[in-house]
Every structure is written in C-alpha cells, then in structure tokens.
C-alpha cells in the first residue's frame, strides 16, 4: 500500500518536473493580455467592449481616427460633402482585396452600410438616411441629420468585408474571420484567445497605410484574462508581453520596477452617477437633494478608495479625453466635497429619510464604488441600498426610472455629443438610460450643438453648465489607464490610439 | 446486459426531454429581455421590436416551447448563439472537450490520491496515518477554491516555473494546476469516503476468511477489500462527476479556461436562451452518460448487480438505478 | 452521499433515550465535540455581533486602506479601511444562516417530496422520481445560477435558489430510507391497526429515517456555505455591504498578493466553520450508526 | 487422553479488547491441548470468547484494539505466537485453516467461488497442484459440480456456501481445523449433511479439529473430547464421556439442563438463571458464582483452581464435592 502511494506520489512529483521553466519565449510574438477575448469575429457587433484594442487590426475601416483625434482615409480614398454634411460623397482605394481574394468595392461597402443599418446594433446606423452606389469605387451617404460626429463614427465603424466572403461563411463569421486587414485571424477559441499573423498576400504596401493602424509585428497574441492577479501572473511568467487596461491595484505593483514598463493614461470614458428622473423618485424633481448628494461625495477619496490615487476628479459629467471637451471648466468649482453644505441642502430640500437605492453593475470596481457612495451619503444623512445586479438585470431596468433613484455607469464615445446623445436626448426617451427623464430645456440645448456649426465652445458651454446646475447626472472620477510590458521587448516609436492610451501592435519592438 | 444498456439510453431520452422543457420554461421567467441585451444598451425602440419577433419572443410560450423542442429532438439542432450566431454544436465541440479533460484530470487526481489515503487511514485506524489523513482530507474540503489556486499558481508558475499559470496552450500540462486546484473538495470527500467504507469492508467475515487462507496483508486490502469497498466510491465518482461538469466555472475564470462552465454562465449573463438551453442538455446527456458507465462500473465490480441487470428484472433493476 | 452508505436505520422507534444515547455518543467523540463548541461559540458571537464588533463593519478609514493586522485592527483592514475582524463578526450572521436556512429550506421540501414517493410507491413514486431525475441531470452549480438569474439577487432569493439546489438530494435520500425503513415489521403492525397514512409518515417512518437525513444535512450546511462563496465568485449572492464571508472572499481576490489578510481571514472563517460542521457531521455519523462503533 | 503427542498445545492465553475505552477480558489464561487428528469441542454461551480463542490460533484477531496480552501456542512445537507474520501466514490455510460460523458472509461476494479456493492453493503449493484443478476436485469433494467454479457466491444456497468454505479450509490438507460453529447458521437437516462432511474428510486426511459450538448435540456427534469455557476460561474439560457422563462443574450441568432430553419427560427446561458477567469487569473470584446455585464466599475470593476428577478430567470449581453429591 505505502508503495502504491509513494509511486503516485513520485510520478505527480515527476509531472511537476517535467515542465519546463516559463522563460519569455523571443519568438516574434507580441502576447498581449485584455481583460476581454470576442465570443465571435463578426464584424456586426454592439457597442460593448467596442474600444478593444484588437478591432482596427481584424479589420480595416473606411476611416480611422489618429491620436490627435482627426480622421484619416483608410479604405476611403477621400471623401467630400457638399450640404453642410448631409451627403456625402465616399471614394474607395483601388484593388483592395480580402484574404480570400474578392474584390472590396463600392457595392461590399455600400452592403455593409446597409446591413448595419437592418441589424441596427449601433445606433448611429440609425441616423442614415440612405447609402448607394455611384461608381465602382464610388457611393453616396446621406444622413438624416448632421449631428457632429455622426459621418466620422459610420467611417470608423463600417468595416472591409465583402459580401461574397461573408455570405459564405456558414457562422456569418462567429468562429473565422475573412476581411482585407493585413493581419489574418489564424486561430480563434471564443471567449479565450485569438492569433493574427500578418498575411503575405496583402493588397497592398505596409508602408500606403496610414501610421496609426501600421502593423509593425508579423504576429500578436491577444489572451483573455478576466482575473486580475493572473493579468499580473502571466506578465510575470512571461505567458504575456504585455497587459493592457490592467486593474489599477494590480497595476501598481509594477511601477518603479525597472523590468516592467508601465503606462498610465487618462480614462476615456470615467465613472458618472445619473439620477432616476421618474416622477416615484425622491430625486427625480428635487435638484437640492441632488446636488446635496454630489456635494456629500468627497472625490479625492472616491479616487484613494477605488483607484489608490491613480485617477483624476471630472470636472465634467463625462472624460476629459472626449472630443468637445473644454480645459477651462477645470478651473470652475464642481461639487466640491462639504458636507455641511450637504446637510443644509438635504434639509432644504424635501427628502423625508426615504431609502434611494444605487443601481450598479456587481462585476468589477462597481459594488465597492457603491458602497463608498453609500457611506458619503449615510454621512449626509441620506439612506442608501445598494442593489448590483448583473448585466441582464441592468439592461432590463435601466430605462425604469422606478426601479433605482441612482445608477453608476461609465459612458464613452468619441465626441463629447456621442455620450450626450444617448444620455440626454428627450426624442431618444426610449434609450435614455442615464436620466429617463423628458427635459426638453436640454433637448434644446442639446441640438444646438449637433449641427457642424453649433458644434461650439459656447454651445457646447451651455449644456456642460444646465447639466452641473441641475445636476441630473454628476461626474464621480476618472481612474488611469494602466498598461504594463516587459521593458525586455524593447517597444520604441510608441503610437497612441484616439483614447491615448498606447496602441501596441503599431509601436516598433527590438526585444521580441 | 446490452439489452439493459439499450434500455437505459432510451431512458435517457425522457430524461433530457424534462431537462430540455424545464430549462427553458426557466429561462423564460429570467427577468430581461434577451433582444435588449443582444442589441446592447443604445439600441432603439424599433430595432429592439424587430429583434424581439425575430428571437420569435412574441409568440406565446407553449407554441415556442413547441418549436424548440421539435428542433432538438426532431431536427437534432440545437440552433445557433442569439450573440454570436455560431452554431451551438459547433462551441460545445470546442468546449466540452476542454471541461471534459479537465473534470477527468481532476477526477483522476482525486480519486488517485483520495483512495490511496483512504486505505492508509483505514488500515491504520486510530493511528497517527489516520488523523492525519483525516486531518488532511478535512482541510481539503475547508480551503475555498480559487484561493488554493492562487496559490498554487503563485507557488509552481511563479516561483518554481514548473507549470502553465493558466491558458490551455500547453496540453495535458495546462490542466494540472487546475485540476489541483478542482479536485481538493472531491479528494478529500473521497478519501473519507474510502475511509469509512474501507472499515466497513475491513470488519466482514470475508476478510477474515482472507487472512484465515494465509493471503498477505496486502492482497487482503488489495485484492479482496478494495472491490468490495469500491461500490460507495464509484457513486462518489459518478455525482462528483456530474457536479464538476457543471461546476468548473470559477476554475475555468481563474485559470482561463474556454470551457463549458464559462460557456453557460456567459450565456444565463446574455441571456442567450439557446446556448442555455443546448449548454444544459448536452451536460446532462454527458451526465445520464456518466451514470450508465457508473452502472455498468457497478456491474463489473460486483456480479450481484451485474446478475440483476442481466435478469432483466423490471424492478431489481429500477430499484438497483435509484439506490 | 457518505452518510447514505455507511449508515444503516435499524432502530426501533426513536424515543427520548435514543436522542439520549445518541448524545452520549456525541460527547465521546472528541472531534464531534469540538466542531460542536466551535460552532456554538460561532453562533454565539453572531448573536452578539453588533454588540462585540469594535468598529461598524460599514465604517471605512481611507488612511487604513489594506491595513495589515495590529492591535487597533485585530484582522487588518480591507481594501475600503473597514475593520476585518468586525466585518467578519457581523458576516458570521449572514453566512451561518444562509448556510442553515437554505439547508432547512431544502431538506424540509425535500422530505416532504421524498416522504410522499417512499410511502405512497407506485405512480406516484414513479412521477416524483423521473422529476428528480431530471432535476438532478442539471449540474448543481448550473441549476443555481439559472434560479439566481430568474430570481434576481439579494439574500433571501440566494437562499431560495440554494434551498432549491438540495431538495432533490434530500428527496432521494429520504426516499431510499423509507424504502429500507417500510420493510419492517412495525410499520406493517401501525398499517395493520390502521393507522392513518399521514400518521404513519410521520410518527413512525421519519422519525427512523432522521439519521442519516441529520447527518446529510450538517454537512449540506457547509457545503451551501462553501457554494455561496462560489456564487459571490460569479456575481450572483448577497449584495454589499453585507459582508458575506464568499462574498468578502471573492470580492477582494484581486488583492491577494498585495494584502493577502484580505482573503485569509474570512478564508478563514468559512474553512473553520466547513471544518466544524464537517467534524460534527462525521461524530454524528458515528454516533448514529450502531455499526461503525469501534 | 490420546497416547499420540500433544499436536496443538495453547498455554494460558489471555487476550483483551478495548471497547469505548474499556477494556474487555475476552481470554484469561486459557489451556487447551489436541493430539493429531483428534477432535476437541469448545463450548459455551455466545461472548464466552470461543471465537477469539480460535483466531488468537491464527493470529488473526481484528487489528485494532485486540491483542494478545499472554500465553503460548504451540503447534507442533513451535510457538505460534513468536514467530513472524510471513512465517505465520505460511501456517494460515496450510497447516492450520478456519471454518467460519456464517458462510452467508464467509465468502468473497465479488470473487468467483472456485478462485476462493484456487487461491488457498495457489499461496501454499510448491508447484504440486494446478490451483485450478484442485479448486475443481475439492469442489466435486464437498460434493459440488466442479462446473460451478465460474460461479459466484450469491449464486449458492447457504448449505453450498459453507460446503465451499469447507474446501476452501481443506484444500491444503491442514493438520488442524478451527470450525466455529460450522452448523450454527444452517438449517438442521443441511446441519447433518455439513456435519457428516466435514466428519468423512477429517477421517479421510486424519485432520485434527477444534469445533467451536453451543450445541451439546454436534459435540455428542463429532468430539473426542470437550471443553467448556465461561467467560474466558475454560471450566470444565475431559473427554466426551467424562463431560457427558459426570459433568462436574455446576455449569456444565447448567448446559445440560438447558437442552431437551429426549428420554425424560420434562415439562420444563432449565434455563441457568441471571447473565453472563460483564467482560469488562469480571469478577474477582469465580466468574460462574453470581448464578451458581453452589457459591460460597470462598468463590468470590479469588482465583479458582483447576481439580483433577478422573484422568484428563479437569474441573474449575471449588465445590466439586457438593456437586457431584448434589446431581443434576
């Protein structure tokens, strides 16, 4: 018996052994863990997990944003409106062919526009009023309205893919991947990893793309890593080159240490609290209740709770890194923690000692942020219940303003009118999450700005201060962005994103 | 005995029919609309109603009911993923496979060390081998999860580098932490189980009889104590079985793993009703499976059950399946 | 499912002797005792909780964010400054009775289920069974977060959905006791001198099914704290600020390295409490069988 | 008494077992002898330690808490008690081989029946025998189709089954058997059957037996002599005629009263009032003398010697007279 149990015991010893050390392998390959693989390579998808960073090298756009937030042709040649945009008028390059060899023309783009526009899982589809043809390379889009930002998200989101391909896939691309990028999806396990190589066949030079979406590593690795202290584990074990969006607390243990490169950004899209606007909701017509709770909220503790510093207060509802945003509201007061001021306010206004409840999402940061935001409010004497429900829940609820008095979310968009548009918008009433509340004052306000024209600091000036005055929605932090990578890799000639964070597979790497 | 297993698999079928009809009766009541949560929290008002008639989510719920299961049971297709199109098979192709190496990894490292200790604590009752077995096997099913295998990570990827922390890139190899990590609930139960059974065994007339016929101590325990005492355990390993098939999802997130626990708690998250609901009835074919092999496992173990199936009497053997 | 196999009923009717004897038993087992006193004196410092915590377990202290243990801070201080050793008091009441009402919940259900298809036999028998049956080829953990996701969360609907997750075990194994228990000769005397059925149920077939039933439920207990943790792990669970001890643990995984005391200590708790119950549930085993006595 | 040299020679054997932490005197200073192919009966009530005195033989009392506090038995000179396990197990099944009480739970319920056997023969056998053939021709002995070797035990009546523990006990031709109640769990008419057997194949290899039994009618059948233990020591021993002629020990009397007698026309019988003492605390004197209508103080006192009444009669009691005076 005592022999039988020392073989066992010596051949799991033996397995342990047999494994090798786990050395940063130099094969090339850029690993880079993300917090989230795709379930599917479709190219239709919803605006979820939409700022990834493994999109623009799936698949190219018509256009691309660059870091300094301007939009550059890709698959468009150029592009022009004659209506104050309204139309326009869209070229495509020559030749551009996918991996299977069709053709990328004018009738794929056009298809494609089209087919967001029936799958309606961005909203910005939405706003098109028609797309056609006019040439083999050539066709005109025309939008219902003019609204800023709008011509710019179809181009960054309307991907190469060309029809022939796609209607041949039998998943419509759910577990592999046809499209003109350079980098060919060469392995997919949903949900877990996913493998791109640079592909030679190509349709064209490396060097005719633009800088910020040129490939510069013949293969990249993304993982799926959904616990933090494994993000830090494989970085360490050399499974991973790099992490991107790495939780904070994890993140900082990699500061200061030489073998480590760490990069911290502003957040693009930061944490905001909306208030129920239903009419049952102690704080849906009681501005004084609502500007008590966003002064009993004490931000530069709020960051030290949940970010260990590693954040910045908003000085707006929304990020800073938003296109539209307006450095000088740093220098206005925005709710500044006082508590007294708190309390006077919660006498003042009509709130009787009934329980709000705080909506919040129960994974990630967002249960602990609700109970900071419950123990600031206990200290203003206002009640609070927590309720963190999972994401069904939430998409359930959101609209029903009877259903929370408060709701923690994090909202982005390129454009400062993106986040506006899907939070505010009382013609949008049906996908208002953030207030369910028809304020028609900032409606008015609200369109003001979407034409190219009221697109201005003063317009744009308006809105930000009927938002802070009536404080239907307040801006609680922006956490950093953390990126860490083994220095060994030797990343040089670094390219940021639009969101300003780094974009790994453009950078130049001596080390790999 | 074919006729009993033939009898068994077309058990089966009723069986997975009231798990295909109460699944989905279940997910229905799930609050969320699951064409809200597909088209994300933008959607518009119009795009949520096409959606939602075309998840057929209008019609009333027998008739989808009605619909659901002739796909299944008629046409044999579970359909394709609400979120991502692919066709269900098609993932849990993927997938099962990984849940089903690592559940029988881990199955295989519990009971390979479970029994082991067992028989030493059982042999040597009342001794020191023996509370510390017990002591060990204890702590087993006291230690959370996730943080044994953080630790173990911390402990053979980290400092030792003798193992994958995590992935499944490596083979075999990338399933032995989690298994490790998996199998200390049901090592522990196991080598109780064995413990207690094994006395049981230990205390007959038979092995008396062994040792009276001058058999050596260790083909008492091997030869003749072992089989009998295996019964108990082999319907441990048949519900551990089950249970871990299901149950691997922490595993799964810890050691990021694409398995079948992540598969359908994503899914229940998504309220991707499909993938619920074929996730589900594939898990419990792989259980009825399971449990025949268990029955036939009984059978080889012991010629009193296999003498009962192959009587082919109705009720030995309807009472024999419930014991 | 150990208790299923080792334990055999065949006592005569329970009487207060029985009850009796059963703890005279008890109290020789020196690892049963033990599991009892540590339980005990975990109930009792539920109990009093609110009264012994020296912090409120809702208090936060930002300056104290991961403090290591000391003597202001007897288990450190968690990642929001809350004192760990207060909050862990206070959890006590949370984890302990969910722990034993879900299990309460679902054994009396599962009797009530397994009492019916053990007596009545036949098609009714027959119906309740290939329902279990079909209950039972769901994966536990796959059955208890669809019942987590269409109830919703908060603390009741996590004990509702776990009381649900053990009813068909506990319906099983009544039923296989009743079965073993209705052979014998005093239940056909009580049918004989028609007793009614209901009666017959309940005074005479439960009572000498308990034992193994008690045992199985003791160790439920720690097996629906120990998956309450797992369900906290997903997202599913008590809502915070509660400090459930799973949800304590698995809320504060990611700072396992940097402030390890963070997870150790309520790690702690849940493994004494499985522990003890554990320790109990194999005295209780020992004392309940005739057979397994040395 | 037997003019063959003593085969089988137990010397004041004593053997405790602890139970819920008390301490169960099962033998105190036992003395048994068996010539060679002679038959001795141990009898007594159940719990008078019987059994154990069989596997103290052995030397296979259950490992935990059993042990063997003293005492020697010899077995053709040779102490069992001194030498190792592995020589042992070469005695066990070989020289010295057991029938058990309840063939119901004898047998290996998971092994085919003739591997019972082949294996007893397999362990012991120098290259003699085939194990299987010899588990086949032991089968045809016992008087079963030698076809039914691939069977297993549940497959077998009660009677059958003790039959195949019988070969199993004699397919090596052992000097001695220990038979604990062979016949107890059977039903009378296969009693007789298993009782002439094992009697045919004991004649047949000149095998030695210690029959352990309560049953006063097997030991009138099978024994040459008897001994009569109570409470873990022997009280009375002789042959069969001395006990069954002149039983002398108010216990041994007390047996006979408890069993029918045919020839007499009793309206009663005669249960020994009151109960066996409590082997954990036995008392100091003369275990019998709480239900010994003879007792007298000097029975409490102390240990009670052992009288010669006739030669190889012995008897444990100090009122040898009184009884003897006082009959039935």
Known sequence: MKKLFSILLAAIVALALFGTVLAAPKDGVLDIAYSIVPDSLTPFRPEVNRDAPYFTQICESLGVFNSDKVLEPWLAKSWNTDDNGFTYTVELREGIKDSAGNPFTADDAVWFIQESVARALKPVYNKIESVEKTGDLTFELKLKSNIVGTFEKIMTESYGITKASFEASPDEFGSSLVSTSPYAVTNFVASSEFTMELREDYWQALEDMPACVRPTVAKVHYVQIAEASQMGIALETGVVDMVMRMPIATGMQYEGNPAYTVEKTSGHQGYQLFFSGADTSPVANDQKLRQAIAYSINNEALIQALAYGNGEPLYDVHSPVMIGYNPKWENEENYPYDLAKAKQLVAESDYKGQTLSILCSGNGDMPR????????????????????????????????????????????????????????DPNAYSTGDGTSRHDYVLGDLLYETWTPEGYTEENIDKVHNYLKESCIAYGLYNPYNYCAWRTDIGLTNEVYSVSQHIAPTYCTYTGL | MIRYVLKRILWMIPIVLGVAILVFTLMTFCPGNPAEIILGSTATEDALLAKTEELGLNDPFLVRLGNYLVDVFIKRDLGASWATNVSIMTSIGERLPRTLTLTLVTLFLAFGLGIPLGI?????????????????????????????????????????????????????????????????????????????????????????????????????????????????????????????????????TVFAIPGMGTYIITAVNNRDYPVVQGGTIFLAITFSLCMLIVDLLYAAVDPRIKAQYEGQNKKKIKKEAEA | ???????????????????????????????????????????????????????DYTEMDFMNMFATPSKAHLFGCDDLGRDIFSRILIGARYSLSCGILATLIGTVIGMAIGAIAGFFGGKTDNIIMRILDVIQAIPGMVMMIVMSAVLGPGFINTIIAMAFGTIAGMARMLRAQMLKVRENEYI???????????????????????????????????????????????????????????????????????????????GLAIAVTVLALNMMGDGLRDALDPKLKN | ???????????????????????????????????????????????????????????????????????????????????????????????????????????????????????????????????????????????????????????????????????????????????????????????????????????????????????????????????????????????????????????????????????????????????????????KGCPFAPRCKYATAECEKGPIQTYKTADGHDCACCHIADVVKGGK
Request: some cysteine; overall charge neutral.
């Open chain 2, 120 to 252: 030493v604590a059982a042999t040597h009752q009342n001794q020191w081998q023996d509370s510390l077995s017990m002591v060990f096997a204890l702590i087993g099913v006291a230690i959370p999860n996730f943080w044994l295998g953080l630790m173990f990570v911390l402990l053979f990827s980290v400092r030792l580098g003798w193992l994958p922390s995590m992935g499944i890139s490596d083979g075999l190899k990338s399933y032995i932490l989690p298994a490790a990590t998996a199998m200390m609930g049901a090592f522990a139960t196991c080598a109780r189980q064995t413990r207690s059974s094994m006395l049981e065994v230990i205390r007959s007339d038979y092995i008396t009889t062994a040792r009276s016929k001058g058999v050596p101590e260790r083909d008492v325990i091997v030869k003749h104590a072992l089989k009998n005492g295996l019964i108990p355990i082999i319907t441990m390993f048949g519900s551990t079985f089950g249970h871990m098939l299901g149950g691997m999802m922490i595993i799964e």
């Open chain 4, 1 to 283: 008494m037997s003019n063959n040299q003593e085969f089988l020679e137990v010397k004041n054997l004593v053997v405790e077992y602890k139970s819920d932490g008390q301490i169960v005197h099962a033998v105190n200073g036992v003395n048994l002898k068996l010539g060679k192919g002679r038959t001795l009966g141990l009898v007594g009530e159940t719990g008078a330690g019987k059994t154990t005195i069989a596997k103290s033989i052995l030397r296979i009392l259950p490992d935990v808490g059993c042990k063997i506090r003293g005492g020697e038995v010899h077995l053709d000179g040779k102490d069992l008690l001194k030498i190792s396990e592995n020589e042992m197990r070469k005695i066990r099944g070989n020289n010295i081989s057991m029938i058990f009480q309840d063939p119901m739970t004898a047998l290996n319920p998971v092994m085919r029946v003739g591997d019972q056997i082949a294996e007893v023969v397999r362990l012991h056998n120098d290259g003699h025998y085939d194990p299987r053939k010899r588990a086949e021709e032991m089968l045809e002995i016992v008087g079963i189709p030698a076809e039914r070797y691939m069977e297993y035990p549940h497959q077998f009546s009660g009677g059958m089954k003790q039959r195949v523990v019988i070969a199993i006990a004699l397919a090596c031709n052992p000097d001695l058997l220990l038979a604990d109640e062979p016949t107890t769990a059977l039903d009378v008419t296969i009693q007789a059957q298993v009782l002439d057997l094992i009697k045919d194949l004991r004649e047949k290899y000149n095998t030695a037996m210690l029959l352990i039994t309560h049953d006063m009618g097997v030991v009138a059948q099978v024994c040459d002599e008897v001994a009569v233990i109570y409470a873990g020591t022997i009280v009375e021993y002789g042959t069969k005629e001395q006990i069954f002629d002149h039983p002398t020990h108010p216990y041994t009397i007390g047996l006979f009263g408890a069993i029918p007698d045919m020839n007499e026309d009793e309206e009663w019988l005669h249960p020994i009032d009151g109960l066996p003492p409590d082997p954990t605390n036995l008392p």
């Open chain 1, 369 to 424: 942020m609700a109970q900071v935001l419950q123990a600031f409010m206990m200290q203003a004497g206002i009640n609070v219940e927590i309720n963190a429900a999972e994401m069904a829940y939430i998409v359930a609820n959101r609209l029903d303003g009877t259903k929370y008095d408060m709701f923690i979310n994090t909202i982005g968009g390129v454009y400062l009118a993106d986040a506006w548009a899907i939070r505010y």
């Open chain 3, 188 to 266: 056909e005397a009580s049918v004989s001198i028609n007793c009614s059925k209901a009666r017959i149920i309940l005074d005479h077939l439960i009572p000498n099914c308990m034992s193994p039933m008690i045992v199985q439920a003791t160790m439920g207990v720690a097996q629906t704290i120990t998956t309450a943790s797992g369900l906290s792990f997903i997202g599913l669970g008590v809502q915070p600020p509660a400090p459930e001890w799973g949800a304590m643990l698995s809320g504060s995984r990611q700072f396992i390295r940097q402030a390890p005391h963070l997870v150790i200590f309520p």
């Open chain 3, 1 to 55: 499912m150990i208790a299923e196999t080792s334990v055999q009923t065949r006592k005569k009717p329970r009487k207060n002797s029985e009850f009796l004897r059963v703890m005279k038993q008890l109290s020789r087992n020196k690892t049963a005792v033990i599991g009892l006193v540590i339980l005990l004196i975990e109930i009792v410092l539920a109990i009093l909780a609110p009264y012994i915590a020296p912090y």
